[in-house]
């Protein structure tokens, strides 16, 4: 596919995990607000078809087929992409899951949830903050979880990931005041998306919906996102359940935080 080409009328943006769930979504949003994009994900068909869709909005749109779990994979995306065309928006949402026990897991997965949900996030902010800051206008989105706000028992290296991505998207905010670049960091609960059965979670109480917690549609949890970034915020819950949750969070005793969540992610055997 040709390289973007650079348009005074269209700013670009660029989404990982671009190919379903809350990152096309997300696409949908920037496309009627007249962005052009590149979409980054592991399979191309399904980004494919969202860039027929996308075409109805005169967006251009650009497909990179990488899976960013991959060492040196973001490096090679930045290499991709034309260096006359700046990216405006970046928004780094490619992300996946595991939900076994710690010491059970299989290693090679742990290491992908690592290298995914920190290290490409890492590396993704660094390599477009800088030219950001330069020009004195962006904005990143990390997209985080309810579950960084708690340890996760059963889904443990998850959990740990998106706090790490929580705890850096809002110092890195911090650190941009007055720059004219923002960084958002949209921390979603439960949703309607594919992540249970990337994380081999379709079976815990939270994936089988057999607890009472409300699931939410990726084009609204987008939407909050999208809002939030725009107005410049640092962090947003998607939800108000779960903002309300969030805030209470940290105020529960955490042995009893332990249980509960350890209860969320717990493997159902019927």
Not at 258 to 269: F, G, I, M, P, V
Request: charged share 20%.
């Amino acid at each position: 596919m040709k390289d973007h080409i650079p348009s005074a009328q269209r700013p670009l943006a660029l989404v990982t995990g671009g190919s379903s769930g809350i990152g096309a979504a997300i696409a949908r949003e920037l496309a009627r607000d007249g962005f052009d994009l590149v979409l980054v994900a592991r399979h191309a068909a399904p980004m494919q078809a969202l860039a027929s869709e996308l075409a109805a909005s005169d967006a251009h749109v650009r497909i990179i087929e990488s899976d960013l779990a991959r060492p040196g994979a973001v490096a090679d995306l930045v290499k991709q992409l034309d260096p006359r065309a700046a990216v405006e928006v970046v928004i780094n949402n490619a992300g996946v899951g595991y939900s076994v026990e710690f010491a059970a897991a299989d290693e090679a997965r742990q290491h992908a949830v690592l290298q995914l949900n920190v290290v490409a996030a890492t590396e993704l902010a660094r390599a477009f903050l800088p030219a950001m800051i330069a020009r004195g206008r962006g904005r990143i989105m990390f997209v985080a979880s309810l579950g960084a706000y708690l340890p996760g028992p059963g889904a443990a290296v998850y959990h740990a990931s998106k706090s790490y991505v929580l705890s850096l998207g809002e110092a890195i905010a911090y650190e941009l005041r007055g720059t004219g670049v923002t960084a958002t960091v949209l921390c979603p609960g439960p949703t309607r998306t594919g992540y249970w059965e990337g994380a081999s979670a379709t079976r815990t109480r939270i994936g089988r919906g057999s607890l009472t917690i409300p699931v939410m549609d990726p084009a609204r949890v987008a939407r909050i996102g999208y809002r939030a970034m725009k107005r410049g915020r640092a962090v947003v819950v998607a939800g108000r359940r779960n903002a309300f949750s969030a805030q209470v969070l940290p105020l529960i005793p955490r042995w009893l935080l332990l249980r509960t969540s350890a209860t969320l992610n717990a493997q159902e055997t019927a």
